[in-house]
Antibody, heavy 118, light 111 residues
Framework: QVQLVQSGAEVKRPGASVKVSCKAS????????MHWMRQAPGQGPEWMGI????????SYAQKFRGRLSMTRDTSTDTLFMELRSLRSEDTAVYYC???????????WGQGTRVTVSS | QSVLTQPPSVSGAPGQRVTISCTGG?????????VHWYQQLPGTAPKLLIYDNNNRPSGVPDRFSGSKSGTSASLAITGLRAEDEADYYC???????????FGGGTKLTVL
C-alpha cells in the first residue's frame, strides 16, 4: 500500500533552516510528481512546490522562491524539503503528497510540525 | 485570505444532508479547472474525498458527492454520521498564480 512517512517535529530559531524528509513506499516513486504543502494553525493547506521524482526537476510557488529547495534520493525513494531563513510565520505542519495528473493529491504524509520561535 | 472561499462552518443532525460551497473566480474554477475535495479529521493529514469535481476514490462512501458550475463547486454529504465530523477543503488550480490553491476550510459539526 502507498505510504509516505515523514521525519519528526522540529523547533527552529528565526533565521535558521529546516530540512524535512518524506520516505515513499508502495508505488514506483520515479513515476510520479510529488508535492509539498504546509498548513498553518487554523488555516487551509498552502501549496509550496512540486518535484518530478524521476528527473528531479522542480517548480516552486512564487512566495517561496529563493529560500525553498526540494530534492529527492531515488536510491531510498525519499523526498527532502529545505526551507531557509525561517521566520515565525513559517510555523506550520508540513506535508508531502503524491500528485496525480489533474493536480490533485491522492496520498499524503502524516505531517511534520515545524515551530519557529526565539 | 484564501483564493477559494468556503463557509467557516456547517452543521447537521445525523441522517441529514448538508452541502459545502466553494467559490472561486475566473482564473481558477471559472477558467475550467477541476475541483477536488479533502476531508481532514482532527490531528490527521488531509484525505482525498472527491477528485475531478465528482469522482470518488476507492473506499469513499457514495454518501459523498461533488458538483461544479460556473465559478463554484459544492460538496454534498447525505445520511450524516458522527464520523463525518471534520474539516473539509476544496482545491483547484489558479491560472494567474500558476499553482494549486485551496479553500480556507469548512468545519462540519454533526449535532
Amino acid at each position: 500500500q502507498v505510504q509516505l512517512v515523514q521525519s519528526g517535529a522540529e523547533v527552529k530559531r528565526p533565521g535558521a533552516s529546516v530540512k524535512v524528509s518524506c520516505k515513499a513506499s508502495g508505488f514506483t516513486f520515479t513515476s510520479y510528481f510529488m508535492h509539498w504543502m504546509r498548513q498553518a494553525p487554523g488555516q487551509g493547506p498552502e501549496w509550496m512546490g512540486i518535484i518530478n521524482a524521476g528527473d528531479g526537476s522542480t517548480s516552486y510557488a512564487q512566495k517561496f522562491r529563493g529560500r525553498l529547495s526540494m530534492t529527492r534520493d531515488t536510491s531510498t525513494d525519499t523526498l527532502f524539503m529545505e526551507l531557509r531563513s525561517l521566520r515565525s510565520e513559517d510555523t506550520a505542519v508540513y506535508y508531502c503528497a503524491r500528485g496525480q495528473e489533474n493536480d490533485y493529491f491522492d496520498f499524503w504524509g502524516q505531517g511534520t510540525r515545524v515551530t519557529v520561535s526565539s | 485570505q484564501s483564493v477559494l472561499t468556503q463557509p467557516p462552518s456547517v452543521s447537521g443532525a445525523p441522517g441529514q444532508r448538508v452541502t459545502i460551497s466553494c467559490t472561486g473566480g475566473g482564473s481558477n474554477i471559472g477558467a475550467g479547472y477541476d475541483v477536488h475535495w479533502y476531508q481532514q479529521l482532527p490531528g490527521t493529514a488531509p484525505k482525498l474525498l472527491i477528485y475531478d469535481n465528482n469522482n470518488r476514490p476507492s473506499g469513499v462512501p457514495d454518501r459523498f458527492s461533488g458538483s461544479k458550475s460556473g465559478t463554484s463547486a459544492s460538496l454534498a454529504i447525505t445520511g450524516l454520521r458522527a464520523e463525518d465530523e471534520a474539516d473539509y477543503y476544496c482545491q483547484s488550480h489558479d491560472r494567474i498564480l500558476g499553482s494549486s490553491v485551496f479553500g480556507g476550510g469548512t468545519k462540519l459539526t454533526v449535532l
